[in-house]
């Protein structure tokens, strides 16, 4: 019964040559490989190189991998990648999930408030960078530590200090993105059946009791895939840090895609950066990989 | 029928895709003789407007269409995207720190300097800053200049300091514009020196380099016959990175946020009365006659160190770029740019001039400014001026030295010298890969 309405719906038949909806596919698909898959195999292909359009790549096997990988600069730079991803993931992950049951239901105000919310996520990143690049004026006259002396706080440097600086994109990050994932916890928390809260309160149950035993548990599908979209955005990290900081200060903020762009663009070494983003591409596809097979296996128990 | 429809469609627009790749073969605009001559520059908007002015005149004299882009922010990293798919613009006038990078990746011709038409009245130690590490011609200089240091002239009066010629005193000044509220408003928002050091495109080290010869140290040291050896750990540069360090960590006389600040958002912080003091070229003097006032800042020489006052002094170039099919309107262009005519034009740019100093010898800066710190300009740049040397690419030592710089700024060690030592030695490596050690 599913399965045939499922097939009117998309209104294939079995008549007609195999070949057409093929043919329609192949404008994306041209598209794509011009504009995607030549370019990333050719990425791949200079990876072996040392790159020079002018004077004649010299082939050099996986020796720009071998320097990559004993790279200081690299290395600290992977781990940066590494804390910032995991942190501003977190961090998004925790306050979206607040902002999401302080903000759920159907009153109009509640709307307006969300669209508000969410306005972070739509503005351009090189312009939040921009803007919090102000706020975080390190002096005692910048906004935010004019905020937070009136506590008594400050002034503190932010990003301009190698100590706090990575916390501070963090922090960027984590105010970019938190409500992205609020609004899919969001339609996560619609699908939940108020019948189950109800219960749950003739059942005496406290609110923190609820949301352990009934929310998170019936949230696990969207968080597993805001955890894999948030571990792909985290490794790929670049827009925010490049304006806040560009790496600084003494590459303290210094993330593998910012690397691989002075790689490329201030040392003109078009081999050794894709080399790298090689490397992340691969990173990425082994973590997404597992994370799906994971999920797989947890459903299929 | 509406199958037929649907198949027509999808045959008709898969069709269209594949015209529309086959008409489009890339790196064409460069082997056609028939389009105009593609010329980019390092300019802001305002600086535009002059090379417009001065590729008119060309185009009228020669009738060669000039095909022109301003280009300000990332310009390096738009001519390397452009080399990547081999097509270059024809012509391209940039800094002169750039020439290492071109001359090692073929991007740019060389020049054959008796064959410049005009090239005897360029002065030679303009022509140096053409020269590659082969001491071949690779680029035709347009413009030079000297950094000068700019002082907020209201604010020093009012503290009621001399004009500084030693570093004593310039670091007294500093202090006291950072501490003595010198403008007047009551609170303490004022800084000493405004320093552009971000690592990008290695500032941090153009900066820096200065006050490091006026030290009596070095970056490299010229060996002659191409050869160098390394200075960066030598007494002099550590106690001169020793004074910079002291600026920065303990008596916190710099602008806040230096270290991650690029020329760009630096240049507002002199102008909204935040920093007093700037060493920078003279690029900016135009702009802030207008934002700060004529009367309320002053350009200064360098105040001496203990080994003299010794600035950097570059300027910009004419590339002839690799792969051009109009190697002969690439020429015209750059021995029209180096004509007194156009050099005068340059510089009488409103509110900034593109040609600082003028190349030209036959150009008198005193009558074509008529404006004494241009007189202190020139004046700076022929007695104190001198270029980063001529390895055959000075772009990773710049690129080394300002991290390593901005890392003892930023996290403030107790003495500086072992991370002077270690840039010292990742310099040298790099000075044998470029085949330029001793």
């Known amino acids: 019964m599913r399965r045939r309405r499922r097939r009117r719906l998309t209104g294939a038949t079995s008549k007609g040559p195999a070949w057409v909806p093929w043919l329609f596919l192949l404008p994306a698909a041209l598209i794509f490989l011009v504009f995607k898959f030549i370019p990333m195999a050719e990425g791949i292909r200079l990876s072996l190189f040392e790159v020079r359009p002018f004077l004649g790549d010299i082939y050099v096997g996986f020796e720009n991998y071998a320097t990559i990988l004993q790279d200081e600069k690299f290395l600290t730079a992977s781990w940066h990648t590494i804390v910032l991803a995991g942190g501003q993931t977190i961090g998004a992950m925790v306050i979206g999930f607040l902002l999401a049951l302080l903000l759920e239901g159907h009153t109009k105000s509640l709307w307006f408030v969300r669209s508000a919310v969410f306005l972070p996520v739509v503005a351009a990143t090189a312009v939040i960078g921009e803007i919090w690049r102000l706020f975080f004026y390190p002096a005692p006259e910048g906004f935010l530590n004019e905020l937070i002396s009136w506590v008594g706080l400050g002034p503190w440097e932010y990003i301009h200090d190698t100590d706090t600086s990575l916390v501070s994109v963090m922090f960027v990050g984590i105010w970019k993105h938190a409500p992205y994932d609020m609004v899919l916890i969001l339609a996560g928390l619609a699908g939940i059946d108020r019948q189950q809260y109800e219960a749950a309160a003739i059942d005496g149950a406290s609110t923190w009791q609820r949301i352990r035993s009934v929310t998170l548990p019936a949230l696990r599908p969207v968080i597993t895939i805001l955890l894999t979209l948030a571990a792909i955005r985290g490794l790929r990290v670049f827009t925010e840090v490049y304006v806040l900081t560009g790496g600084g200060p003494a590459g303290s903020t210094d993330v593998w895609m910012t690397r691989v762009y002075t790689t490329a663009f201030e040392q003109s070494e078009a081999g050794l950066a894709s080399a790298g983003s090689v490397l992340l591409f691969l990173v990425t596809l082994v973590l997404t990989v597992s994370v799906q097979w994971y999920r797989r296996r947890r459903e299929a128990r | ?438």
């Not at chain 2, 069709?15 to 529309?20: D, M, Q």
């Not at chain 2, 016959?225 to 600026?247: C, H, M, N, Q, Y």
Request: glycine content about 8%; charged content about 25%.
């Open chain 2, 1 to 438: 029928m509406r199958r037929r429809t649907a198949t027509t469609i999808a045959t008709l627009s898969v069709a269209a895709l594949l015209a529309g790749c086959g008409s489009s073969t890339p790196a064409a605009s460069n082997k056609d003789p028939n389009k105009p001559l593609e010329v980019w520059t390092r300019s802001t908007e305002a600086t535009a407007k002059v090379y417009e002015k001065i590729f008119k005149s060309f185009t009228e004299k020669t009738g060669v269409q000039v095909d022109y882009k301003p280009i300000f922010n990332d310009f390096d990293k738009q001519v390397q995207q452009r080399a990547a798919s081999k097509d270059l613009p024809d012509v391209v006038v940039t800094d002169t720190g750039s020439l290492g990078n071109f001359v090692k990746q073929g991007w740019t011709t060389e020049v054959k300097r008796e064959d410049v038409a005009g090239g005897a009245d360029v002065v030679d130690r303009a022509w140096n800053n053409g020269k590659g590490a082969d001491g071949k011609f690779y680029a035709i200089p347009f413009s030079t200049q000297a950094m000068v240091t700019l002082i907020r002239k209201d604010w020093r009066e009012k503290l009621g300091k001399p004009i500084p010629t030693t570093w004593e005193e310039l670091d007294d000044l500093a202090k006291a514009f950072t501490r003595n509220d010198p403008d007047g408003n009551g609170q303490n928002d004022t800084y000493g020196m405004l320093v552009p050091g971000t690592t990008d495109r290695g500032y941090l080290a153009w900066w820096a380099s200065s006050y490091i010869w006026q030290g009596g140290g070095d970056i490299l040291e010229d060996e002659g016959d191409g050869k160098f050896a390394v200075g960066i750990d030598s007494p002099e540069s550590t106690k001169a990175v020793e004074r910079l360090r002291k600026l920065f960590c303990e008596d916190k006389v710099m602008q806040p946020g230096s270290l991650t600040l690029g020329t760009n958002d630096a240049h507002p912080l002199f102008e909204s009365g935040k920093s007093g003091i700037y060493l920078t070229g003279p690029y900016m003097i135009g702009r802030f006659d207008k934002s700060v006032g004529k009367d309320k800042y002053e350009v200064v020489a360098s105040p001496r160190g203990p080994a003299g006052a010794t600035v950097l002094g570059e300027g910009e170039n004419i590339y002839q770029m690799a792969g051009s099919a109009k190697t002969a309107d690439q020429r015209k262009l750059a021995e029209y740019l180096i004509t007194a005519e156009a050099q005068q034009a340059g510089m009488k740019g409103d509110p900034q001039p593109v040609v600082r100093l003028p190349v030209n010898k036959n150009v008198d800066v005193n009558a074509t400014y008529d404006d004494p710190r241009w007189a202190t300009v020139a004046g700076v740049y022929s007695s104190e001026a001198r270029p980063f040397p001529s390895v055959p690419n000075f772009a990773p030592f710049r690129q080394k030295t300002s991290e390593t710089l901005n890392s003892i700024f930023a996290k403030c060690p107790a003495d500086s010298s072992a991370e002077l030592k270690t840039l010292a030695e990742a310099l040298k490596k790099e000075l044998d890969n470029q085949k330029a050690s001793q």
